[in-house]
């Protein structure tokens, strides 16, 4: 078996490559490492038996959306320069209704720049591309003649001559019931079926051919790779015709197919063709081999990798003199605040970048002099996306839930605690961070203790002292939850400030000093201003706004 050294992703490629490909961000290297020492087993061996070193191997790489299995896929291809690699792109090719021609064509265009020797099909082979596949076939004869292709197998043709004088009869009246030119559309298509068959043959003899070939040329190592990919995107027919092909036609030993699927999705796809009650999952089993899943990415990576970071750079925003809260000095570190509420209320990868995509939508259209906090809109379009219901009570003020004591008695149910109630207690102790510069803010003495620096407090001290501040129908601002202190002080921003002198003078924990700081920046900043219908407009505005995917 081949050594294979570890692959290092963690820079672009040195080397000029047929495209691109960034760092890569979501560590997956590590898995094309191990999948690549698996096949080359499983493909080529020599430790076994003579007859049985080579082997046909098809692995389904299962990955939902978001995953990144192009990237995978591509980058992972390119590592292996030693071996015969083939990537073919499905989605791409669906168009032209034959995924056979898909495959044999993308197999002898790559492997011809590989080889040191011809990639042909014989003239006896190229019948196979202009036969009728034998579904479609029976499908138009069935049109035309309203009789299946079997039957009229059975009409023109017996498996038994001492059958005849028995059939004679009913083949009389049978032939009076067809004309010559249905007959000879039968007899045709039998025979280009046929001739089809002949072809795969000769096709599959040609495969374990150029096996053999690269087997022996200097700088190539078996097995051959073929890289499937975006199978899940293709049109249902197209799809589960595709993987009949690999299974049936390219089952050559020495050849290894990665198939590249959200497995999921195709599952759904093969039930639009068989129905609901097929078990598509048993289905599938019938095609790999293997299935290898790979881990769904932290959405803070996935958010870096698919977002456009520009609009929360600080230069950005700086430039069109607007404000967004949490400051952060990096996107990457406001792609890392959202992602904490996106995981807390678990949506998928999909449904987390169409909702940073509105957030950076609203960004870039907030006039010059605005500004938004960011984690509210994330928490908003949470729920919006989760429980419209709910994010309807919420903006109308009508939210009221109550619950019953040991003693039978009703109280009602803050929206702080009904929220984190629905959240794991992992993601409500996950820390937001804000970067807060105290020498901005030079309206008290208290202030001036504080040093600049990144200010940490917990998803569930955010929901609990912002957020359910601003929407809960008691209170017309986070203020209005800062409490009263003793000395009571003759403006908002007064007492704001006061609470932070009190927090600097009795060491509280660091997370409510965040809060207060928070506390203070909204009403300094004129964040107490942007209402509940305010953001009712943001996100209602941004909502119709869909995510489809990178083209």
């Known amino acids: ?140 004869t069935k049109k035309i003649t309203g009789i299946d292709l079997d039957e009229l197998n059975t009409l023109l043709f017996s498996d038994d001559e001492g059958e005849e004088t028995e059939k004679v009869e009913s083949n009389k009246q049978n032939n009076s019931a067809f004309s010559p030119a249905v007959k000879a559309l039968a007899q045709n298509l039998i025979k280009e079926h046929e001739a089809k068959n002949k072809s795969i043959e000769v096709i599959k003899s040609k495969l374990a051919d150029w096996v053999s070939k690269f087997e022996q040329q200097e700088g ?30 390219f089952d050559v030993k020495g050849i290894v197919f990665v198939v590249a699927t959200d497995t999921e999705q195709l599952q759904h796809t093969i039930k639009s063709i068989y129905g609901e009650g097929f078990d598509a999952k048993v289905y599938l089993g019938r095609f790999f081999n293997s299935r290898y899943s790979l881990k769904r990415p932290a959405l803070s990576d996935f958010l870096n990798v698919h977002a456009d970071g520009t609009k929360f750079e600080p230069e950005y925003l700086k430039s069109r003199n607007i404000q967004i809260l949490p400051e952060t000095e990096r996107a990457e570190t406001a792609f890392a605040n959202i992602s904490v509420v996106l995981d807390a209320f678990q949506v998928s990868a999909r449904t987390a970048i169409q909702i940073t995509e509105r957030i950076t939508a609203i960004i870039a259209n907030l006039p010059s002099g605005k500004k938004v906090d960011i984690l509210v809109l994330a928490t908003l379009f949470c729920i919006y996306e989760k429980d419209h219901p709910l994010y309807e009570e919420i903006m109308s003020g009508r939210f009221k839930r109550t619950e019953q004591n040991k003693k039978g008695e009703s109280r009602d149910i803050r929206l702080a605690d009904f929220l984190q109630g629905k959240i794991f207690k992992e993601h409500l102790s996950a820390e937001l961070a804000y970067l807060i510069e105290p020498q901005m803010y030079q309206s008290g003495y208290w202030i001036n203790r504080f040093s600049k620096k990144v200010y940490h407090t917990s998803f569930s001290n955010f929901i609990k002292s912002v957020f359910s501040g601003i929407f809960i129908s008691e209170t017309s601002s986070i203020y209005d939850l800062m409490g009263k202190s003793e000395k009571r002080a003759p403006t908002k921003l007064q007492q704001a400030e006061e609470a932070l002198g009190d927090h600097n003078r009795n060491s509280s924990k660091p997370d409510e000093e965040t809060i207060l700081w928070v506390k203070y920046i909204y009403v300094y900043d004129g964040y107490t201003q942007i209402t509940k219908e305010h953001y009712r407009d943001f996100i209602e505005l941004s909502s119709p706004l869909e995510y489809m995917g990178d083209s």
């Open 1 to 140: 078996m081949a050594d294979i050294n570890d692959f290092d992703w963690s820079t672009p490629p040195n080397s000029k490559i047929d495209e691109y490909f960034p760092a890569d961000k979501l560590d997956r290297a590590k898995y094309a490492t191990f999948l690549t020492r698996l096949l080359i087993q499983e493909g080529f061996d020599e430790n076994r038996l003579q007859e049985q070193q080579k082997r046909n191997y098809v692995l389904n790489l299962n990955a939902e959306w978001g995953a990144g299995k192009t990237y995978f896929l591509k980058r992972w291809s390119q590592e292996l320069k030693n071996f015969p690699v083939v990537y073919i792109d499905a989605w791409q090719q669906d168009y032209s209704d034959d995924p056979f021609l898909t495959v044999i064509a993308g197999i002898i265009k790559q492997l011809s720049a590989q080889a040191n020797f011809a990639i042909t099909i014989p003239n006896k082979a190229a019948s196979i591309f202009k036969a009728v596949a034998p579904a479609i076939a029976q499908g138009l």
């Open 220 to 249: 190539k190592e078996l097995p051959i790779f073929v890289f499937i990919d975006e199978l899940d995107r293709c049109r249902p027919s197209y799809a589960v015709e595709m993987l009949e092909t690999i299974k049936h036609i």
